[in-house]
């Protein structure tokens, strides 16, 4: 099972929209609305922004939200702030009990 | 507070086992899925796989299959997972992450516990 792939790095400046784009193929991402995001600051736990593509858990800004087209998911980061600055992985199932994880993406505020 | 905690730092030397511990504090594990995840340095995550706490059913990624088993202990709602045969690839942050039912989301993580393999 490949990793998804997503960009290495995306940056903005504060206030600022970016996405972030999550390409699978037509076992995964393409075929099940199981694709979820998580932020990760380095030496912390990771934290669900997202769930089945577009939901938005309790507590979660609503400055994030997901979408999916095909074989690719996005998550999108509006009015930038500098909290935003960490790691975001995107995750689908793969069918068959299993998941897999995006390579990650570092998100840097200007 | 809910929370995942996660035993600490551990050094193996190659071939060895390990076995990381992950308890719940302040609820029960019952009706969750747990999944274990790491992150070797300077590199994403990679999911490894899960245990259904009321079962104790079990589905690993191919990759570990053989040398991952994965167990739970309902009486103190804690999660292990076990990796036998280390290699230096093996040197990671080893995550647990609680499934909530199967919706492909993890919605509480632990904070890791570093595993180095080293001679």
């Known amino acids: 099972q490949s990793a998804l792939t997503q960009p290495a790095s995306v940056s903005g400046s504060p206030g600022q929209s970016i996405t972030i784009s999550c390409t699978g193929t037509?076992?995964?991402?393409?075929?099940?609305?199981?694709v979820s995001w998580y932020q990760h600051h380095p030496g912390k736990a990771p934290k669900l922004m997202i769930s089945e593509v577009s939901k938005r858990p309790s507590g979660v800004s609503n400055r994030f939200s997901g979408s999916k087209s095909g074989n690719t998911a996005s998550l999108t980061i509006s009015g930038l702030q500098a909290e935003d600055e960490a790691d975001y992985y995107c995750c689908s199932y793969a069918g068959s009990d299993t998941y897999v994880f995006g390579t990650g993406t570092k998100v840097t505020v200007l | 507070q809910v929370q995942l905690v996660q035993s600490g730092a551990e050094v193996e030397k190659p071939g060895a086992s390990v076995k990381v511990s992950c308890k719940a504090s302040?609820?029960?594990?019952?009706?969750?899925?747990m999944h274990w995840v790491r992150q070797a340095p300077g590199q994403g995550l990679e999911w490894m796989g899960w245990?259904?706490?009321?079962?104790?059913?079990?589905k690993y990624a191919q990759k570990f299959q053989g040398r991952v088993t994965m167990t739970r202990d309902t009486s103190i709602s804690t999660a292990y997972m076990e990796l036998s045969r280390l290699g230096s690839d093996d040197t990671a942050v080893y995550f647990c992450?609680?499934?909530?039912?199967?919706?492909?989301?993890?919605?509480?993580w632990g904070r890791g516990t570093l595993v180095t393999v080293s001679s």
């Open positions: 992450a609680r499934d909530p039912g199967s919706l492909g989301y993890f919605d509480l």
């Open positions: 037509s076992g995964d991402v393409g075929n099940y609305n199981f």
């Open positions: 302040e609820y029960t594990l019952t009706g969750y899925y």
């Open positions: 245990i259904y706490f009321n079962s104790g059913g079990t």
